[in-house]
């Protein structure tokens, strides 16, 4: 039988596996002169230029007339003052790209021994990335380095990407290097990726893409129902959160963690439930940030909506548009959770 998005599947992977040693091997490598500051203060590294390049490259060789909505764009590479810092980008990025072939991978994806790019095809391909979004037809998501201070401390970060169709997300992978491949078993060591693609289900690989084990969200108990939730204030409401669990009665403490290894542990049991508040009204979450983790939790078994139970939409462009907050969980779950949410967000409301 053909399944559908075989080759996607693959290609991401194979991405995705490649910026995951590359973001391994920048972190074993930072030096301080390597960080840049964007406008919105958050740290942007060598690692999330050199990651996005890689991946959009592969994506090209591939798929070449598939548009991209990326993170990054390299402007400040194309100017004087960022030239040090694009020729160690440009390093890294070919480091990965000339990198031996592996498991499922292809030379005609523009990767393995002398394939290197020169500094302008790594910075078109960082620059591919400046697509807009829309509602139809194909495009991916490019997430280089999400949670990039948890991967400044050393701690959890994602490389995701996903394939959007038509709005709906068919392909979602997600690189989780410091996870650990099983928590119960500490010795099996770390590095992970988690693959979905719509209505063939979910999977856990190793960083190598070996070693498929399906993933189905398990039926969680009071004495083991918890949150997943975001380690920076900042970025999700920690007291609207501990507010939600006191009206499901959860005794378990939420287990804090950046980036979208939070759907990765959601889809195999390490937590009852991802919930994300944002603090600030009016903030607009970035499809970058939830596409390969929505249809992993849903191939797993899961719902994943907004705070009033609406389904997520990735065809309004870079953003989810009025889509206010994030409730993923198992489907037994999900109801009892936005109803507390509702009802956490009437009482902050009559307060007000």
């Given amino acids: 039988m053909s399944l559908a998005f075989t080759t996607e599947e693959q ?27 964007k ?11 050199a990651a996005q390049a890689v991946i959009s490259s592969i994506l090209y060789h591939a798929f070449p007339a598939d548009p991209i909505v990326g993170e990054e764009d390299a402007s400040d590479l ?9 020729d160690r980008i440009v390093e890294l990025a070919n480091e990965a790209i000339t990198a031996d072939l592996g498991l499922g991978d292809n030379a005609n994806w523009g990767i393995g021994p002398g394939q ?17 979004g829309g509602s139809t037809g194909r495009m991916w998501t490019i997430d280089p380095i999400d949670g990039t201070k948890g991967f400044l401390r050393g701690e959890q970060y994602a490389v995701c990407l996903s394939l959007i169709v038509d709005s709906k997300v068919q392909v979602g992978v997600i690189g989780c290097p410091n996870l650990p491949v099983d ?36 039926t969680s108990t009071p004495e083991t129902f918890n949150f997943l939730e975001s380690v920076e204030a900042a970025h999700s409401s920690h007291s609207f959160n501990d507010r939600v669990s006191s009206l499901l009665n959860i005794t378990r403490p939420a287990t804090r963690m950046d980036s979208q290894a939070k759907y990765g542990c959601l889809a195999r049991g390490d937590g009852g439930a991802y919930l994300r508040m944002p603090t600030g009204v009016g ?10 983790g929505q249809i992993l939790v849903e191939e797993a078994g899961g719902i994943v909506t907004d705070s009033r139970g609406e389904p997520l ?40």
């Fill in 78 to 86: 194309r100017v004087e003052s960022g030239k040090e810092m694009k």
């Fill in 313 to 352: 939409d990735f065809g309004l462009g870079r953003t989810l548009g009025e889509n206010f907050g994030i409730i993923a969980a198992g489907k037994d779950d999900h109801p009892r959770v936005l109803a507390a949410v509702q009802k956490a967000l009437g009482e902050a409301k009559a307060k007000v």
């Fill in 183 to 218: 928590p119960a078993h500490p010795e099996k060591g770390t590095g992970c990726i988690f693959v979905a693609v719509r209505g063939q289900g979910a999977q856990q690989l190793t960083l190598s893409g070996a070693n498929p084990t399906p993933l189905t969200i398990p």
């Fill in 11 to 37: 290609v991401a992977v194979a991405a995705v596996g490649r910026a995951c040693q590359l973001t391994s091997s920048v972190f074993n490598k930072l030096v301080k002169n390597e960080t840049l500051v």
């Fill in 283 to 292: 903030y607009r979450e970035k499809i970058w940030d939830h596409a390969p």
């Fill in 39 to 49: 406008g919105d203060k958050s740290p942007v590294t060598v690692g999330d230029f």
């Fill in 116 to 132: 290197a790019k020169s500094d302008t095809e790594i910075l078109d391909a960082i620059d591919r990335g400046n697509y807009e």
